[in-house]
């Protein structure tokens, strides 16, 4: 099949294109650069550096992909609170116009890749499924949880098939420091010597999903109909940050110790995903431990720590 990947230059965003590309699709890759790498993309893939914002008729036109999955986002919570315009654009008006383009271009099917944790808010019980009410408290958490409102509605008034698959939070190889995401920050401050930083007590947890686990998933169930149209994907374990933290001070074997400051106000205290609809009608089951997975993650920082300096 022919595949369009929005943001295949990303942290998650290129693993789906390495494993498209695995299974024999044509892959082709829209990516502005903001955070993703050149270096990153598959060179079997066919790359545009273009931004969704921007007319994408030009692309389409010539490429015709039938399914897109569309990745590219402003991915920072903590930047979304001081430029929630700038997030805004992006993640609403960028999938918008990547709807369009499939529109008019009669793509069959989209996949929208969301968030777990930021479009639910402080969550009212744990774990949260996917018909917990939705009071995102962040600007990132409404412009990721309006744009699955247009993929779906575009479904109703087009009829371009969907899925939309929210996220735990993903780590693994690739992930950036320059991220809000604590696994490659702190891998990163313990690599170059600086002291990490928690905020609050480091107590709040959070649902972590390795991303080879999850790109992988997402390339073997991109054409499949399930009864349900959006599912969680995570491990479905709380972890907490301070376990975190433990865990790469194991694997780097550093004395360094994390400072605490303030909690980030938008951001939640704890959660964690039902995945049960997931594993039920789309056969979820993550490989990864934890473990395994953050140890891998530490090691690619430690031997790719030139790419971020
Ligand atoms: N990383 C996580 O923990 C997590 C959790 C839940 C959901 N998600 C979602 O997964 C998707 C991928 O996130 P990621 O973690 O790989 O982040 P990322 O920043 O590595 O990837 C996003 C990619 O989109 C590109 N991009 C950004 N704005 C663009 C634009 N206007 N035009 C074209 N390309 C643009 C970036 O250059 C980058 O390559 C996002 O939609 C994000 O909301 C991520």
Request: aromatic share 10%.
């Amino acid at each position: 099949m022919k595949v369009l990947v929005t943001g295949g230059a990303g942290f998650i965003g290129s693993r789906i294109v390495d494993f498209l590309i695995k299974a024999g699709h044509e892959t082709v890759v829209i990516d502005n650069l903001s955070t993703g790498r050149k270096d990153f993309v598959n060179p079997k893939a066919i790359f545009y550096q273009a931004d969704i914002t921007k007319s994408l008729d030009t692309i389409f036109h010539k490429e015709t992909p039938e399914i897109v999955i569309h990745t590219a986002a402003q991915t920072m919570l903590r930047y979304s609170i001081e430029n929630p315009i700038f997030d805004a654009t992006t993640n609403i008006i960028g999938t918008i116009n990547v709807l369009e383009a499939c529109k008019k271009f009669k793509v069959k099917k989209i996949i929208y890749t969301s968030t777990g944790g930021a479009r639910v808010g402080e969550p009212k019980y744990l774990p949260v499924d996917e018909n917990h009410p939705l009071n995102p408290s962040s600007p990132y958490g409404i412009s990721k949880h309006s744009a699955e409102h247009y993929v779906w509605l575009y479904n109703q008034l087009c009829g371009i098939d969907y899925l939309i698959f929210c996220f735990g939070n993903v780590y693994g190889p690739r992930d950036n420091p320059k991220s809000n995401r604590a696994t490659p920050i702190f891998s990163w401050k313990i690599l170059t010597n600086q002291v990490p930083q928690i905020f609050g007590d480091g107590n709040q947890t959070r649902d972590f999903i390795y991303v080879l686990d999850l790109a992988e998933f997402i390339v073997a169930n991109m054409t499949k109909s399930p009864e349900h149209k959006l599912f969680h994907l995570a491990n479905g374990e709380q972890t907490s940050v301070n376990e975190l933290f433990a865990l790469l001070k194991e694997f780097s074997q550093t004395k360094i110790e994390a400072i605490h400051t303030e909690s980030i106000k938008g951001e939640i205290r704890d959660i964690v995903l039902d995945t049960r609809l997931a594993q039920k009608e789309l056969n979820w089951k993550p490989k990864t431990t934890f473990r395994e997975g953050i140890k891998e993650t530490f090691n690619w920082m430690k031997e790719n720590k030139k790419l971020f300096e």
